[in-house]
Protein backbone atom coordinates (compact mmCIF):
# COMPACT_ATOMS: atom_id res chain seq x y z
CA UNK A 1 0.00 0.00 0.00
CA UNK A 2 1.76 3.66 -1.16
CA UNK A 3 0.37 6.46 1.45
CA UNK A 4 -1.00 9.21 0.42
CA UNK A 5 -1.08 12.90 1.83
CA UNK A 6 -3.72 14.25 4.38
CA UNK A 7 -5.14 16.37 1.66
CA UNK A 8 -5.47 13.51 -1.02
CA UNK A 9 -7.11 11.70 2.02
CA UNK A 10 -9.95 14.07 2.89
CA UNK A 11 -10.74 14.70 -0.98
CA UNK A 12 -11.19 10.15 -0.78
CA UNK A 13 -13.49 10.73 2.69
CA UNK A 14 -15.11 13.44 0.72
CA UNK A 15 -16.00 11.81 -2.67
CA UNK A 16 -17.41 8.33 0.24
CA UNK A 17 -20.23 10.98 1.49
CA UNK A 18 -18.22 12.34 5.04
CA UNK A 19 -18.49 15.85 5.83
CA UNK A 20 -16.12 18.38 6.72
CA UNK A 21 -17.46 19.23 10.16
CA UNK A 22 -14.97 21.46 11.56
CA UNK A 23 -10.88 22.25 11.61
CA UNK A 24 -8.97 22.73 14.17
CA UNK A 25 -5.53 24.22 13.39
CA UNK A 26 -4.17 21.81 11.02
CA UNK A 27 -6.76 18.54 11.73
CA UNK A 28 -9.75 18.26 9.56
CA UNK A 29 -12.23 16.51 11.58
CA UNK A 30 -15.03 14.74 9.86
CA UNK A 31 -18.04 13.18 10.55
CA UNK A 32 -20.76 11.56 8.52
CA UNK A 33 -24.64 11.40 8.60
CA UNK A 34 -26.26 8.79 10.77
CA UNK A 35 -23.31 7.98 12.87
CA UNK A 36 -21.40 8.75 16.03
CA UNK A 37 -17.72 7.70 14.36
CA UNK A 38 -15.64 11.00 13.89
CA UNK A 39 -12.71 11.06 11.59
CA UNK A 40 -9.77 13.08 12.12
CA UNK A 41 -7.31 13.96 9.68
CA UNK A 42 -3.84 15.62 10.23
CA UNK A 43 -3.06 18.18 7.17
CA UNK A 44 0.27 18.86 7.17
CA UNK A 45 0.74 20.49 3.54
CA UNK A 46 2.02 17.41 1.55
CA UNK A 47 3.29 15.47 3.71
CA UNK A 48 2.06 11.69 3.37
CA UNK A 49 0.27 9.93 6.82
CA UNK A 50 1.94 7.57 8.59
CA UNK A 51 0.64 4.10 7.16
CA UNK A 52 -0.63 3.02 10.52
CA UNK A 53 -2.71 6.00 11.27
CA UNK A 54 -4.04 5.38 6.94
CA UNK A 55 -5.20 2.02 7.35
CA UNK A 56 -7.05 3.23 11.04
CA UNK A 57 -8.43 6.00 8.63
CA UNK A 58 -9.74 3.90 5.53
CA UNK A 59 -10.61 0.84 8.16
CA UNK A 60 -13.21 3.76 10.06
CA UNK A 61 -14.17 4.92 6.59
CA UNK A 62 -14.99 1.70 4.80
CA UNK A 63 -12.43 2.82 1.92
CA UNK A 64 -10.74 -0.09 0.30
CA UNK A 65 -6.87 -0.25 -0.76
CA UNK A 66 -8.21 -0.56 -4.53
CA UNK A 67 -9.85 3.28 -3.86
CA UNK A 68 -6.26 4.91 -3.19
Given at each position: ?????????????????????????????????G????????????Q??????????M??????????
Amino acid sequence: MKAISGKKMCKLLESKGWKLARVTGSHCIYSSQGSKIRITVPVHGNQDLKIGLQKFIMKLANIRVEEL
